[in-house]
């Protein structure tokens, strides 16, 4: 005779079947409670996550564009003269140090280091960004980066949204686990030793 197989269930099918509002005269306040609060967390994240994405995003996006206008206003890129060969980069990195003269926006002469491409040679003219005064500083943001800064903002603020639910919903089921726990003990305590034989 051929045994018949159970039908498998999945951990979600469980969870949906145990979080069911139904009128089981097994389930109790707390279980009721504990769905509902799961819920309301569950629908809190679907309905909020795309309104914190739009406002993170925006603020970062604002943030990023103020950054670039102000780097843009008082940055620079100008020509520098490599003074020396710029020495062999270690590994993957493809610029390094090297001694250049280069004439600042506001007209004077400067000299320092400037980052130049490995074994560049003197004499060599290399592309740097310096402030007004002739100072040798980064590049500003580009507005792919700013665009960047917004998406990855956005997607911050969903992560932090969706793990401050689940704190608060493993916060909630550990209180209500607790409070369970206490009814068993209570009802054991009171029922128990009546069922039990002493010898």
């Given at each position: 005779?051929?045994?018949?197989?159970?039908?498998?269930?999945?951990?979600?099918?469980?969870?949906?079947?145990?979080?069911?509002?139904?009128?089981?005269?097994?389930?109790?306040?707390?279980?009721?409670?504990?769905?509902?609060?799961?819920?309301?967390?569950?629908?809190?994240?679907?309905?909020?996550?795309?309104?914190?994405?739009?406002?993170?995003?925006?603020?970062?996006?604002?943030?990023?564009?103020?950054?670039?206008?102000?780097?843009?206003?008082?940055?620079?890129?100008?020509?520098?003269?490599?003074?020396?060969?710029?020495?062999?980069?270690?590994?993957?990195?493809?610029?390094?140090?090297?001694?250049?003269?280069?004439?600042?926006?506001?007209?004077?002469?400067?000299?320092?280091?400037?980052?130049?491409?490995?074994?560049?040679?003197?004499?060599?003219?290399?592309?740097?960004?310096?402030?007004?005064?002739?100072?040798?500083?980064?590049q500003p943001l580009?507005?792919?980066?700013?665009?960047?800064?917004?998406?990855?903002?956005?997607?911050?603020a969903v992560g932090?949204?969706?793990?401050?639910?689940?704190?608060?919903?493993?916060?909630?089921?550990?209180?209500?686990?607790?409070?369970?726990?206490?009814?068993?003990?209570?009802?054991?305590?009171?029922?128990?030793?009546?069922?039990?034989?002493?010898?």
């Open positions: 005779m051929k045994r018949q197989q159970q039908p498998r269930t999945t951990w979600l099918g469980r969870l949906v079947r145990g979080r069911r509002p139904d009128r089981n005269p097994l389930r109790r306040t707390s279980d009721r409670v504990e769905t509902a609060i799961l819920g309301t967390l569950l629908v809190t994240l679907l309905a909020g996550s795309p309104g914190a994405a739009h406002a993170a995003s925006d603020w970062a996006y604002a943030r990023s564009l103020h950054t670039e206008q102000a780097q843009q206003a008082t940055a620079r890129q100008v020509t520098a003269f490599l003074l020396e060969a710029a020495p062999a980069s270690s590994g993957w990195v493809t610029t390094v140090p090297a001694e250049a003269r280069w004439r600042a926006p506001d007209g004077r002469s400067c000299t320092g280091q400037v980052p130049a491409p490995s074994r560049a040679s003197a004499g060599s003219r290399v592309l740097v960004w310096t402030t007004l005064d002739g100072m040798v500083t980064s580009q507005m792919s980066q700013v665009s960047n800064a917004a998406v990855m903002a956005g997607a911050g932090a949204l969706a793990v401050t639910l689940l704190i608060t919903g493993w916060v909630t089921r550990w209180a209500l686990d607790r409070r369970r726990l206490a009814a068993w003990q209570a009802d054991w305590l009171a029922s128990g030793p009546r069922g039990t034989s002493r010898r």
